[in-house]
């Protein structure tokens, strides 16, 4: 990898470091669009991630309203009282989780591009589409 | 003098505006009504039809100012929502019923605003169910037909998650794309544009009972506030409604493009 304007990058600050790092590998292999596959076809879907926001309110609506009635039946059904509230604080904690499952996990645009690995390893999937439909 | 001015004031109080404002039957009454946002409907759709009609006829490589608008009304869903979440490869089958549905949806959200109709559409909450429930067949239509029965309900878990957490994310899953989806999609359509037109009637209605009922000039005066505070929401709810239209296609485009995703 050649860096001709940075011939010194060992003095350099870590936030500079990385710009240096980054910024040739994008000038070799420009990176057409988040989610061209194998097939490249698929281009032009870049504002996925950032409109898969539009989906929380629906998630966490169904953790805890969904689990807040799964348990209120669950209540009539053994007679119980306890299972609407351990039913809407359980179902809150995992709609939060999925939505980290769906959006969180290496789905920061700049930290997938700083990261090679990520490309580079077949065992990591490319997160940052198709897991957030 | 006063406190008898005042009570006589105050017995024809201001009336605020309730939600029964909003029922507007114009001939008959009770369920068979013809109601104000039913006859804006139409409206809106032969409005809709001859406006694409009157502009598609007359298209040109150089395009005149209507041409150009309308374009770029084209665009926004085609460029920005249809083939950014749903792919260059695959887009072009819904482009028609996503520019239906934000033509129609902008169309009537803006009637709220416009003088003598002035009635916002979506704020009955039975018209934002009604194209709700399209996007809604069609999304579950996608999946059941890409994936089949099973396979589409077995897909709804997003792949690397615990085993054990599996079934409880599954029923999540199936809550949020059979019922929440649909219930945020259709809620978030009407609560804004009733919400919105409820706040117009305040600062115009207000102003109005100040100026002509106020019982001191001092009153008379604040009118103007009201009136200036209603036309900053005036051109504020502009903005929700244009957001609203293309909020509602957004999402009904990230649904389908959920459903069309390919399988890992």
């Given at each position: 990898m050649t860096r001709p304007e940075q011939s010194a990058p060992a003095a350099a600050a870590p936030t500079s470091a990385r710009a240096v790092t980054v910024a040739p590998t994008m000038e070799q292999t420009p990176r057409p669009t988040a989610s061209a596959g194998p097939s490249g076809e698929r281009s032009h879907r870049d504002r996925l991630p950032e409109s898969a926001m539009?989906?929380?309110p629906a998630y966490l609506l169904a953790g805890m309203a969904g689990y807040a009635f799964t348990g209120w039946l669950l209540d009539r059904w053994l007679g119980t009282s306890f299972l609407?509230?351990?039913?809407?604080l359980a179902g809150t904690a995992l709609a939060i989780y999925t939505i980290w499952v769906?959006?969180?996990?290496?789905?920061?645009?700049?930290?997938?591009?700083?990261?090679?690995?990520?490309?580079a390893d077949?065992?990591?999937?490319?997160?940052?589409?198709?897991e957030m439909l | 003098m006063s406190p008898h001015v005042l009570a006589a004031a105050h017995s024809e109080g201001f009336e605020a505006p309730t939600p029964a404002d909003f029922w507007q039957p114009l001939v008959g009454d009770g369920a068979f009504a013809l109601t104000r946002p039913m006859v804006l409907m139409a409206l809106s759709v032969v409005l809709i039809a001859a406006f694409f009609l009157v502009v598609s006829r007359r298209?040109?490589?150089?395009p005149s100012r209507l041409q150009f608008a309308t374009e770029g009304l084209y665009n926004i869903v085609r460029n920005s929502v249809a083939i950014d979440l749903i792919g260059s490869r695959d887009f072009r089958p819904f482009l028609p019923l996503l520019l239906t549905q934000f033509s129609l949806i902008l169309v009537n959200n803006v009637f709220g605003i416009i003088p003598v109709i002035q009635f916002p559409t979506f704020s009955r909450i039975g018209f934002a169910v009604a194209v709700t429930l399209i996007t809604y067949v069609v999304y579950h239509a996608i999946g059941f037909r890409k994936k089949g029965f099973g396979g589409y309900l077995g897909s709804l878990v997003p792949s690397g998650v615990p085993g054990w957490i599996a079934p409880f994310i599954w029923l999540l899953e199936a809550f949020t794309f059979f019922v929440t989806r649909p219930l945020t999609l259709a809620l978030r359509l009407f609560a804004n544009m009733f919400a919105g037109h409820m706040l117009l009637l305040v600062f115009i209605l207000g102003g109005e009972y100040m100026l002509l009922h106020g019982s001191n000039p001092f009153?008379?005066?604040?009118s103007i506030g009201s009136f200036a505070m209603g036309?900053?929401?005036t051109f504020f709810e502009l903005l929700v409604q244009f957001l609203q239209a293309y909020v509602f296609v957004l999402l009904t485009a990230l649904?389908?493009?959920?459903n069309l995703a390919d399988e890992h």
């Open positions: 539009w989906n929380v609407v509230v351990v039913g809407l769906r959006y969180g996990r290496g789905a920061a645009p700049g930290l997938a591009e700083s990261l090679p690995d990520h490309d077949p065992q990591l999937p490319n997160r940052r589409s198709e | 298209l040109s490589l150089v009153i008379q005066v604040a036309i900053v929401m649904y389908i493009a959920g």
